[in-house]
């Protein structure tokens, strides 16, 4: 693990993964655009991942991803929850963040 991580964002980047794994496909498209955007209108979400991504439900995959606590809804938009916003700052894309939750041991 990189010295660049503090044992507080360790904990969080285990927990994030043990969500990750059990997310289906289209909450992973969900969450990785959600994640690399980190505050989306809502419009643009639900076109933009029906669209590009083939999510053809998206409010309801936002949903479900709600309830595990990695996105918010806001006043007419989906936003990274704030308990991962540290760690998006630090680790910037998705493509990124999947290299290092790969290699936590």
Request: positive net charge.
């Amino acid at each position: 693990m990189p010295a660049k991580f503090s044992e507080e964002e360790i904990k969080t980047l285990y927990k994030l993964r043990e969500l990750i794994v059990r997310f289906s496909s289209d909450e992973i498209k969900v969450f990785s655009y959600v994640w690399d955007n980190i505050s989306v209108g809502e419009i643009i979400f639900e076109r933009d991942l029906n669209q590009i991504y083939g999510v053809r439900k998206p409010i309801l995959v936002a949903v479900s991803l709600r309830e595990k606590g990695v996105i918010e809804r806001g006043e007419g938009c989906y936003n990274l929850a704030r308990w991962l916003r540290p760690l998006r700052k630090k680790i910037g894309n998705f493509q990124d963040l999947r290299l290092i939750l790969d290699r936590l041991p």
